[in-house]
């Protein structure tokens, strides 16, 4: 069956070390945005989004005017730009550590007169080392990094039609760069309970109903690239819901029941864009119907151009 080029082959294991630096540049990356942009609800305001080139924050404010910077993965640079007109710019490639990054991410910074400070230490990796001290990732396989990019792409545009057909509160499509997945989240509109114990950044992500998904290029809990799709608060009877595509199953776990097409599943099915359509749209129904959402006010209907 021929595989849609759109949609690149993409096994963890081929580009494992260079996802892990690619990983860390943009918490470094994420975490200026953190630093500069005023807050926005549900910590929408440290995400990250897929641009024409790469990876970007978009315009953050830093007076007097905007700033930029982006993983340009059509030129392997990290680009730092203002409204001014200033650019700093750095390449990529095999061997530029997390610190050496780090450290020239800064120094662009300062050549455009943007200063800030960020907690220079990775998020949720383990004991990785300081974002300063990091020389143990370094690998930068830019062949890899375009045909991921090339994935968040062709994501991207299914999440935002997807996103279209839904008149309630959502989200953009953004990169989350703490967990390192694109993600799209619809909300039904009612407060949810309040989760006893929850840390302040999870108690604001789920302060009210959700149906979130998206993809990852897979980690140790799931060692292989995946989309995926939960409901929070989960309603009972969730993970018996059929899903679609036929390849798409339930994984239950200590944290809940989520909803996974496997990237090489969606990849084999002849028209793989419709297939993970297919999935978000029966993932949501699933999770949206259970919870006693209103499904039909909810629906955008198609409208024409003007």
Not at 82 to 97: C, P, Q, V
Not at 230 to 246: H, M, Q, W
């Amino acid at each position: 069956m021929p595989i849609d080029d759109r949609w690149p082959a993409l096994p963890l294991e081929d580009w494992r070390p260079t996802k892990e630096t690619l990983h860390r540049y943009c918490q470094i990356v994420g975490k200026v945005r953190m630093a500069l942009m005023p807050h926005r609800n549900h910590w929408w305001n440290v995400t990250l989004a897929v641009s024409a080139r790469g990876i970007t924050t978009g315009p953050m404010p830093c007076a007097p005017g905007l700033a930029e910077i982006e993983i340009d993965v059509v030129a392997h640079r990290l680009v730092v730009r203002t409204s001014r007109g200033e650019t700093r710019e750095f390449a990529l490639h095999d061997g530029l550590s997390v610190a050496a990054f780090h450290d020239r991410l800064f120094a662009a910074l300062e050549g455009v007169g943007v200063r800030c400070t960020i907690l220079a230490s990775p998020f949720d990796l383990g004991d990785s080392p300081a974002f300063p001290d990091d020389e143990e990732h370094r690998s930068y396989d830019g062949a890899a990094v375009a045909r991921y990019w090339a994935v968040l792409r062709a994501t991207q545009e299914v999440f935002t039609e997807y996103a279209g057909a839904f008149t309630g509160k959502t989200s953009p499509v953004q990169l989350f760069w703490h967990s390192f997945d694109l993600a799209v989240t619809r909300f039904s509109g009612r407060r949810a309970p309040a989760i006893e114990g929850a840390d302040p950044v999870t108690a604001e992500a789920y302060s009210h109903e959700v149906v979130s998904c998206g993809f990852w290029a897979g980690d140790d809990k799931v060692p292989a690239p995946a989309f995926y799709s939960y409901t929070a608060p989960e309603p009972a009877g969730l993970a018996e819901t059929p899903l679609e595509p036929a390849t798409a199953r339930w994984q239950t776990g200590p944290t809940g029941s989520l909803a996974l097409l496997m990237y090489d599943d969606a990849r084999a099915e002849p028209d793989t864009a419709a297939a993970l359509r297919a999935f978000l749209d029966s993932s949501y129904l699933a999770g949206a119907r259970l919870a006693g959402w209103d499904i039909d006010d909810l629906a955008a209907q198609p409208g024409g151009r003007g």
